[in-house]
């Protein structure tokens, strides 16, 4: 994962497999935003692996996936996905998280400074607690809230992960975390292949015509 470019290369390309199989899965549905979480989160990995090589661009594209972009796209990618209101309310305050950590990017480079085998990025946004406070309610609020029992694990474990990277990689969180949850959003191949088999199943029960359409 992020402990190394050799882990990040291994660990973002398992995930971004699996990610492609879920995208297939799940197929031109309304799943299939929150299907490609782990084909994104995947491909965030490998961009990690950049960074660690010094490339700047991809410290660039790293922190404005793991920034303004997750809490606003996870949570309408649910809301997309199962109509829930309050993961409707959930992509309003990521919506409201991700402004000012897109400004921020906007208005100066990404640092990166390694603490041993992890990687502390610096932006220099303003209340940094409060947003991130924000940005994991959004993110973990919408999977929660889901009525899904899938994607309230794959929250659970999201959350216990932030907990975890809090406690042991302060100074790394937001690495430490992204890494932890690409490697938890595996969860959302079981998640498209479990919807894709009902769905195989009501069509082959339905009698010929009796479609909605």
Same mark, same amino acid.
């Given at each position: 994962? !992020?402990?190394s470019?050799?882990?990040?290369?291994?660990?973002?390309?398992?995930?971004?497999a699996?990610?492609?199989?879920?995208?297939?899965?799940?197929?031109p &549905?309304? #799943?299939?935003?929150?299907?490609?979480?782990? =084909?994104?989160?995947?491909?965030?990995?490998?961009?990690?692996?950049?960074?660690? +090589?010094? $490339?700047?661009?991809?410290?660039?594209?790293?922190?404005?996936?793991?920034?303004?972009? /997750?809490?606003l @796209?996870?949570?309408?990618?649910?809301?997309? *996905?199962?109509? #829930?209101?309050?993961?409707?309310?959930?992509?309003?305050?990521?919506?409201?998280?991700?402004?000012?950590?897109? =400004?921020?990017?906007?208005?100066?480079?990404?640092?990166?400074?390694?603490?041993?085998?992890?990687?502390?990025?610096?932006?220099?946004?303003?209340?940094?607690?409060?947003?991130?406070?924000?940005?994991?309610?959004?993110?973990?609020?919408a999977? /929660? !809230?889901?009525?899904?029992?899938?994607? #309230?694990?794959?929250?659970?474990? *999201?959350?216990?992960?932030?907990?975890? !990277?809090?406690?042991?990689? #302060?100074?790394?969180?937001? +690495? &430490? $975390? !992204?890494?932890?949850? *690409?490697?938890?959003?595996?969860? =959302? @191949?079981?998640?498209?292949?479990?919807?894709? +088999?009902?769905?195989?199943r009501?069509?082959?029960?339905?009698?010929?015509? +009796?479609?909605?359409?």
């Amino acid at each position: 994962m !992020c402990w190394s470019a050799e882990a990040d290369l291994a660990a973002g390309a398992v995930v971004a497999a699996v990610g492609v199989g879920a995208v297939l899965r799940a197929g031109p &549905t309304r #799943r299939l935003p929150l299907a490609a979480l782990p =084909l994104l989160l995947g491909a965030h990995q490998l961009l990690e692996a950049g960074v660690w +090589s010094g $490339w700047a661009w991809a410290r660039t594209a790293w922190a404005v996936i793991a920034l303004p972009l /997750l809490p606003l @796209y996870v949570p309408a990618a649910v809301w997309c *996905a199962t109509r #829930r209101r309050g993961a409707g309310w959930f992509t309003l305050l990521g919506a409201a998280v991700a402004g000012p950590l897109a =400004l921020a990017l906007a208005g100066r480079p990404v640092a990166v400074v390694r603490h041993g085998h992890t990687l502390g990025y610096a932006v220099g946004v303003p209340v940094p607690g409060l947003l991130l406070a924000g940005y994991l309610v959004a993110v973990l609020g919408a999977l /929660l !809230c889901s009525g899904d029992r899938y994607l #309230r694990l794959l929250g659970g474990v *999201a959350g216990l992960g932030a907990l975890l !990277c809090g406690l042991l990689w #302060r100074l790394a969180f937001v +690495s &430490t $975390w !992204c890494a932890l949850a *690409a490697l938890a959003s595996v969860l =959302l @191949y079981r998640w498209s292949d479990f919807n894709w +088999s009902i769905s195989a199943r009501t069509s082959a029960t339905e009698p010929p015509g +009796s479609g909605t359409g």
